[in-house]
């Protein structure tokens, strides 16, 4: 493991002042689940899960009881973003508190991605670390593993890994399940390892003799593509990128969401009698392509299989949920349920997503989608949950960003945070927790470029990218060359650029960007 400078629980203890210039907490003398600023909390992080997917934002055509569980509890949020209308991105803003588009290496991770956070940053799970806090990672990961990209060696303990980074504990895949390599890894060593059939990894070229989904179509018997996704064959579906070998280790798409979920149930019951709390960051691989969720699932829903992922991703919650309750934890425990980006249906496979939609608007009333600059790429569903502290069978419409999750967490756990930390988090707990409803007066989204969203106005900077994605199904960029302003009190639908006609209000949200570019920040 590559070794870091951290400064540990027992350096930070004295030193309780935020770092964002709130007020001193009183000194706690040990952590302790009980401890009501400091309870467990687990991020349940959903991949491509639109804004109006479930059934506490609007979805009719699938049914999510464990969701709409959560939401009876706590609070509902409708105006809440990612970071960014891709995964690798959002994840990296969400953990680390800092803008990835700062950064030229944070797009789409390869399987074979080095680690993106490098082990001198300070993230989130490092924080709960330094407040006492248990800290795990579950399910998709996608930000890169190993010291360098493409060197790793997947047959012994990678020489980096989420340990470098804060989580005591991680169960992950690498990267996406429609990339390769298919197998788990658990605490730095792939899962289940088979020493039969050693594991190799390219995303330059085949394995000699290996099958490809191009050469080979009559082997997908589990699912074919619809763009890309042609390359290795593991389970019988084509993946990105190329690897051979894996044997019992490699994952069967169908218990993807049984494996990750029973581990981290599992990590509940081991972890819920400790003196300690736990952060958990639960992510998991639905509704992400390629969708092939367990049999359970199928056909109780007439959307087909993206349906069926939808169910399976409640089912997950439910699992969750219920080990709190079984361990007499859920009312020290926050549950923050939320998506890394906006929904998509053709995202390379041939699931039928398109088709059996039906009226269902996995965006709700918003434009766009996943990929895009319009609304629809960033707005998430956010739902929070913390008996006695986050209002119950409530709603907020407050402005919001996961940018802001770690400072407002870190104020809640009264964290001191190390100087140029979350460099772009705003301390916002109350509107986390939904005792304030007020709007963050303005945040930021990325897409190929940058936008700005304010209570009123969406501002899009121009971009010479064009209106529609060119490698596949039909989505919009969000793309224009000219300055893009909408009235989002006026509708929702980002129809309308009234830019020409409001320049005064384009100049001032510009002066946002160029400030926070500039690291100016001025919330
Ligand atoms: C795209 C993939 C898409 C998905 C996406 C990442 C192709 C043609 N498309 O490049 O299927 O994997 O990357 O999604 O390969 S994300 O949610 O992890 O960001
Ligand atoms: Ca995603």
Redesign the pocket.
Known sequence: MISSNRLTSALLAPMLLTAWGAEAKAPKKAAHTTDPDRPNVIIILA??LGYGDMQPYGATRVETPNVNRLADGGTKFTNVHAVAS???P?RYSLLTGEYAWRRNDTQ?AAGNAGMIIRPTQYTMADMFRSRGYRTSAFG?W?LGLGDKTGEQDWNAPLPADLADIGFDHHYIMA??A??VPCVFIEDGMVANYDPEHPIEVSYRANFPGEPTGAENPELLYNLRHS???DMSIVNGIGR?GYMKGGGKALWKDENIADSITAHAVKYIHENAGKEEPFFMYFCTNDV??PRFPHERFRGKNPMGLRGDAIAQFDWSVGQLLDALDKEGIADNTLVILTS??GPVLD??YDDQAVELLGDHRPTGPFRGN?YSAFEGGTLVPAIVRWPGRVPAAAESDALMSHIDWMASLGSLIGARLPKGAAPDSQDRIGKLLGTDTTDSPWIIEFAAGLSVRTPQWKYIEPNDGGPMIT??PKIETGNHPMPQLYDMKASKGETENVALANPAVVYELQNILRRTRARHINP
Request: cysteine-free; charged content about 30%.
């Open positions: 991949d491509d891709t995964s690798t959002s789409v998709k996608h990267a996406t429609d990339r763009h890309g996704h990105i992400h392509v890394d980006n995202d390379g996943k490698w596949g």
